[in-house]
């Protein structure tokens, strides 16, 4: 039995992901020395939209940066479609349709919005999920009245938009969600929850990085709760409202 076969057999007994879009098992990684994952599994079923919750410096971007190819697992494996893709590269794994949005969104100030846009099309996939930046932003209501305007003059909002829009247009059949919520206004948070249910009604499914629980519970089927490196919990939204200890332990949330 490889490493982290019997946490395998626990997720498939639980009824979830039996033909997952994305599976992680048992990776590690980190950054020289310092291991930051030790042993992560999750996965993520065709059409679910799933969070990885978990405190400041849980290892949740890590994670995210690990999936995409973007920190270099030491051990474990990442498979899309069932495809291996724990050592392809960022660019291949998104040719894949699997889409990034990291938190630091990285919208190209001088550019305008529809040249962000385009900047989508340049290493995405050529597959039926990649789409024209007009009809992607035919869909953004506060971005299609100004694609004259420049990057550095949008809000914190429409610049996660944005960065969103512009994962569409590279194609994507799953989106990594980096904090989407970070720094936004309440009214702008439910505009982003908003738009995450749209594009699940699409058919993408979504991995959501959250620090804010409530948006995870508001928007995901199924959580998993990163501790130190670690899934120390997963469960639906009803059981991890109900759960107070991992609320409180792992999560720092009184209820
Ligand atoms: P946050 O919500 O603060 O972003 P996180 O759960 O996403 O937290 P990570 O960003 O994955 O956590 O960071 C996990 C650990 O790895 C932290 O201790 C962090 O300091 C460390 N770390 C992150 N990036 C690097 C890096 N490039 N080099 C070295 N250490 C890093």
Sequence with gaps: ??????????????????????DVADLVAGYGATEVLRGVSLCVGEGEVVSLVGRNG??????????????????GRVA???????RLSTEETVRRNVAFVPEERRIFPGLTVAENLRIGRLGGSDTARSRDPQD?????????????????ALSGGEQQMLAIARALVAGADLLLLDEPTEGLA????????DLVRNLNDEGISVLLVEQNVQVALELADR????????????????????????MDRHLGVTT
């Design 136 to 152: 992607v932003l035919a869909e953004f209501e506060n971005l299609r009245e100004h694609p004259d305007r420049l990057g550095s």
């Design 223 to 246: 959580h998993y709760v990163l501790d130190r490196g670690e899934i120390v919990y997963h469960g639906t939204s009803d059981e991890l409202r109900e759960n107070d200890e991992v």
């Design 80 to 86: 899309f479609r069932g495809e291996d893709v724990t």
């Design 186 to 193: 309440p009214f702008v948070v439910r505009r982003v929850e």
């Design 1 to 22: 039995m490889t490493p982290g076969e019997s946490d395998r057999s626990d997720r498939l007994d639980a009824g979830w992901c039996d033909d997952p879009l994305l």
């Design 58 to 75: 849980a290892g949740k971007t890590t994670t995210l940066r690990a999936i995409v190819g973007n920190v270099a697992p030491d051990a």
